[in-house]
């Protein structure tokens, strides 16, 4: 069975551009949660999918935004992008959205902004 | 706002040791998830616990949690250089969403 995926791997980004991720999640698995991990701050919640529905978001600005397709892949677009963006993103997929699932993570996506 | 410590934040131990990595965490919850890292990697599911007095065992790494403390404890025994990692627990909210809380991680490295 396939794993969570993410792409692009690495990325490079300049102060104010914008960016999108993409992560698709294991087959079967509904559920997708996004989060972002830094050295200062750890690992933080980003925001969860479950049904092409946004149902939580954590305490990040606006310019951190996402969406789910109905085949369950997701994707996090980040605008106007700073310094302190420069983090690992990782996606992570489970069957339900309920709680008490393991969540399985992908290889997450290393953005560095200049 | 749940928030889950962990201790120590670094912890430097000899081949063939025991010992403990501690994870506390602030609100109700009974459900609480220990991960690995590895340097440059993403996170591998270790153990999923999700009832008072659970007690789960891979090799030579043992997880158990007490709600009534909210405590969950990650137990090595007998460590070998394979198991230097990063470690984090992670609480669910409890609120019927898969949101997980992060506990700051505990930077195993296992001396030869």
């Known amino acids: 069975k396939a794993g969570v995926t993410q792409t692009p791997r690495y990325l490079i980004k300049t102060r104010g551009q914008q960016v999108t991720l993409s992560c698709s999640p294991i087959?079967?698995?509904?559920?997708v949660s996004w989060y972002q991990q830094t050295p200062g701050q750890g690992l933080q919640f980003l925001f969860e999918?479950?049904?092409?529905?946004?149902?939580n978001k954590g305490n990040f600005p606006g310019r951190f935004s996402g969406r789910q397709f109905s085949n369950s892949r997701s994707e996090m677009n980040v605008s106007t992008l700073e310094l302190g963006d420069s983090a690992l993103y990782l996606c992570?997929?489970?069957?339900?959205?309920?709680?008490?699932?393991?969540?399985?993570f992908g290889p997450g996506t290393r953005l560095t902004v200049l | 706002e749940l928030k889950v410590e962990q201790n120590p934040l670094f912890l430097s131990m000899q081949e063939g040791k025991n010992y403990t990595i501690y994870c506390n965490y602030s609100t109700t919850s009974d459900r609480l998830y220990w991960y690995r890292q590895d340097p440059g990697k993403s996170l591998e599911s270790l153990f999923v616990l999700l009832s008072n007095g659970a007690v789960k065992q891979e090799g030579r790494l043992m997880a158990s949690l007490d709600t009534k403390a909210r405590l969950s404890t990650l137990h090595i025994t007998a460590a070998v250089h394979d198991l230097s990692a990063t470690y984090f627990c992670a609480v669910d909210s409890n609120f019927g969403n898969e949101k997980l809380t992060f506990g700051t991680g505990t930077r195993l490295t296992i001396i030869p």
């Open positions: 999918y479950f049904s092409e529905t946004q149902r």
């Open positions: 087959s079967g698995h509904r559920s």
């Open positions: 992570a997929s489970s069957r339900s959205a309920s709680g008490g699932d393991t969540q399985y």
